[in-house]
């Protein structure tokens, strides 16, 4: 599904043709799909009006009006029949049912940028409260909304919560001035806190492992903390230097493959491609012979929210891999070993890192740099895809399609689809 | 004695001015007159005599004798008079005299001769020292020059490193000092944060009432039709029983994912424990034996049959409980144990490679040389002893060939060995011949039993051939005609394959004769065992009334 403007296209993933075509009544902001794949849901913030759209049913329509109180976010219960939508100003959560004539109310939600955690099995949700200055979490069950526990936290300023992919531990962390994260049971007590330092900016990703066992903290000091799931303590540590010494890594470097040995194939009139081609610059990845040393960026020291520290931690699905970015080396992704606990491999590339994503079912990371490559890694090796479009196509972010066949490349217009062929067997 | 002095000297030759100086101022001096003989170089013969004759002349010979008694008398030497008082010489004592004063002056000279010896080394051992006093001062000031500066760059170290600390305590009260104000500028912004807070909530509380007071008809929902739950069960209403069945969910999510954990750790400890004895078993094989060194046995052995005593113990306990503390405990002990154990053994055999290598002698090298010599000493005594019985049986071969014997005897030696394989030859060769005629027999009696067996088999065959044609006549004509004319052919070429069965055995026996009977009697035998088996085959279909299959699979036997 994809949003024009204000109107809402509904495509099938392996045709891309046009399955439904819907309207909204104002420029939709953002769109969400149910769990079950039945429904879609649009939510225009300035109108503060949400309109969920059937599939199975085109002429089905609901709109839900948030009026005065104003709309911020909006999102899909786990169970695919509840809207929860967050007033302006973070005044209450409103949970408006499509089954049931109900409406629910969750006060005092917090204004941060994970207040609302769902259990990866649905049964739960955690919401991040503020009350008279204090944090708390509350935690509900989603079936009827019922409030099983509410417990406050020893933070300063709640900054987001996370549910273990196991449903049985909820990690809270501090904001960036305070490095502090908090683990929760799922009755709410606390299993245990762990900081690693204090005074310097804290933690600014947090990553679980698919089997629940690490918690990856990336902070503001380039480095990595894994914590083990057994006695939440740090089992390692690792840094992101912009000297690459260990001799076992391997370094992929993207390197741009001169156009001009190509010249000699050009034929009149020139095909679409070669067209795009001449344009846009062919790359290759280069195994680079360690030490290397990777572009290191040092941010203002004065400006709030700097560029620094680990901005992205992603576990691959096999629980083998974590990939992770050091914003100070922009260029980079580097992927560690969990089963070695070490530095596997480092791809640089030759523009910034715009974001990446793990193959939801087998460890291939899909990275994008904002030009109109896309770049795939595997513990086979790596490639780099130029997407064959005419003009420019700026991939700012890519997501997988759930079966790890395909995925969606956006830019800021456009987006387009990427199949990946499966390896007959 | 004084008289002397007025006596005139002559000249003399130069070299002996000095003689004449203290001639001249002559004293009745002992030493004076010693210097004279210190001072005098070796003067010539004529300067001697003419110094001498200078001394007494013709007319003061008695003078000069009188003159030379006192000397002599005073020297204590006995007088060279006379008894008499009359002025005449004892020559003798004149002549003893003179030796005595000759030796003297060898004794003198020789003295003098030592006497400046040792003056000279004295002098050269004085110029010695005061080179090496010269030296010595040298190194004195250089080294007093050396402290001086060591002192001085002491000083300046000294001071570097006072400036150091008090840099360094300067920074960390600098470092002290900002880690405060960090403290106290985040309490002042916390406090701030809160009053702001505080104020955003209480708009935050208006604005809700004024939404909610507003009654806004706007905020519904608008739906066409409400759709069914996803797992198509019906709303509940919220009571306290459902408070309790989310807590029951809530808390059996909880202890299944608990017991997962504990499982997990449960196989991950077993595996580990089990890796633990068997690197504990291990280990214990790896020590050396404990009997053989009676020095470490006292200090092993107990702990040997402690730890055997663990195993048989921890082995039983694991049987039991598998998470006791104090058997995890003991394990774990008792692996240590072992591994330190380990490690004095491998010190030890280290400490030995390196004395070895080192070539020092240790007890235990000097035991094994000395071993070594003996066994080598004892090798080479076997050796000479061997070698001797060689010599004496190569001699007595010697004398054996050599020896003139009569012809006869060796004839007869001779005869002897050859009678004697004679003699068993000719018992192989009447083994032999029984042998042969064995299975002579038995070839005989199987090419009976064979011929005999082709015969039966024929007659067996017509009968069945009889019999069969008795059952299509029986059949319909159709089929009769076709079996008649399959089966005499089948029949045909059974009793063909007996026959040459039959031949081939019958052929085969007069070959094997010659090469071994043993291999002949083995074909026959399979022949024989081939020939029953087709029988055998062929009796079989026969039961079964099905002639098809029997043609066939006689077929198949003959192939």
Partial sequence: ASCVQYRLVVRDVSTLQILQLYTCLDQIQYIEWSSDSLFILCAMYKRGIVQVWSLEQPDWHCKIDEGSAGLVASCWSPDGRHILNTTEFHLRITVWSLCMKSVSYIKYPKACQQGIAFTKDGRYMAVAERRDCKDFISIFVCSDWQLLRHFDTETQDLFGIEWAPNGCVLAAWDTCLEYKMLLYSLDGRLLSTYQAYEWSLGIKSVAWSPSSQFLAIGSYDEKVRILNHVTWKKIIEFEHLAAVANSKTIVYKEVEKSPSAETERLSFPPARALASSLFSTQSKYEVSQVPVSLQYIKPAADRANPKMGIGMVAFSPDNCFLATKNDNIPNAVWIWDIQKLKLFVVLEQLCAVQSFQWDPRQPRLAVCTGNSKVYLWSPAGCISVQVPVEGDFQIVALSWHPTGDSMVLLSKDNFCVCYLEREEV | ?559
């Avoid at chain 2, 068997?278 to 200090?299: C, N, R, T, V, Y």
């Avoid at chain 2, 240790?362 to 080598?376: G, M, Q, Y």
Wanted: glycine letters at 2%; a negative charge.
């Fill in chain 2, 1 to 559: 004695m004084g008289d002397w002095k007025t006596i005139t000297v002559p000249v003399l030759s130069s070299d002996s001015k000095n003689i004449f100086q203290y001639t001249s101022e002559k004293r009745l001096s002992s030493p004076r007159m010693n210097s004279q003989v210190l001072c005098l170089p070796l003067p010539s013969s004529k300067s001697m005599h003419s110094f001498f004759s200078a001394f007494c002349t013709e007319e003061n010979f008695e003078q000069s004798i009188s003159y030379l008694n006192r000397e002599l008398t005073t020297l204590g030497f006995p007088s060279i008079y006379a008894e008499s008082k009359g002025k005449e010489l004892n020559l003798i004592s004149v002549i003893n005299c003179m030796n005595e004063l000759l030796v003297l002056h060898h004794k003198n000279l020789r003295a003098q001769e030592e006497v400046e010896m040792q003056h000279l080394k004295l002098g050269s051992d004085m110029d010695h020292l005061k080179n090496c006093y010269a030296k010595v001062k040298e190194q004195l000031e250089l080294s007093r020059r050396e402290i001086v500066g060591l002192q001085e760059r002491d000083r300046q170290l000294q001071s570097k490193n006072r400036n150091l600390h008090q840099l360094l305590k300067n920074e960390k009260d600098e470092v002290q000092k900002l880690q405060n104000i960090i403290s106290s500028r985040a309490t002042q912004y916390n406090h701030d944060m809160k009053r702001k807070e505080r104020e955003y909530n209480k708009l935050k509380e208006r604005l809700h009432q004024l939404v909610m007071n507003k009654k806004d008809k706007k905020i519904a929902m608008d739906v066409l039709n409400y759709v069914g739950r996803a797992d198509g069960k019906r709303g509940a209403w919220r009571t306290n029983k459902t408070e309790a069945r989310n807590e029951e969910e809530m808390y059996k999510a909880l202890l299944s994912d608990y017991e997962q954990c504990q499982k997990q750790l449960l196989v991950e400890n077993a595996e580990l424990k089990k890796v633990l004895q068997q690197m504990k078993k291990e280990i214990i094989s790896l020590l050396p034996p404990q009997k053989q060194k009676p020095k470490e046995g006292s200090e092993d052995g107990p702990v040997l049959s402690d730890l055997e005593d663990d195993i048989g113990e921890l082995n039983k306990e694991n049987m039991w409980e598998l998470s006791c503390e104090t058997v995890r405990e003991q394990l774990t002990n008792s692996i240590r144990k072992q591994w330190r154990m380990l490690k004095h053994h491998v010190e030890k055999l280290d400490n030995q490679v390196s004395r070895v290598h080192s070539g020092t002698l240790n007890e235990k090298d000097v035991i094994s040389r000395e071993d070594h010599e003996l066994e080598t000493e004892k090798l080479e005594l076997e050796i000479q002893q061997c070698k001797e019985i060689i010599k004496t049986q190569q001699q007595l071969l010697q004398q054996q060939l050599m020896s003139p014997c009569d012809d006869d005897t060796t004839l007869l030696l001779q005869d002897c060995y050859l009678l004697e394989e004679r003699e068993r030859l000719q018992e192989e060769w009447r083994l032999f011949q029984e042998q042969k005629k064995n299975f002579e027999k038995e070839r005989k009696s199987f090419t009976e039993a064979a011929i005999r067996l082709g015969l039966e088999r024929k007659a067996f065959e017509e009968d069945r051939g009889v019999w069969l044609k008795q059952q299509f006549l029986s059949m319909s004509t159709d089929y009769k005609h076709s079996e008649n004319v399959t089966t005499p052919s089948a029949f045909l070429e059974s009793s063909d394959q007996g026959n040459r069965l039959v031949k081939s055995t019958s052929q085969r026996k007069p070959r094997c004769v010659f090469s071994d009977p043993v291999p002949a009697e083995a074909c026959q035998a399979s022949h024989y065992i081939t020939c029953n088996s087709s029988s055998a085959v062929s009796i079989k279909p026969a039961g079964e009334s099905n002639p098809n299959q029997w043609v066939e699979s006689d077929k198949e036997e003959t192939e």
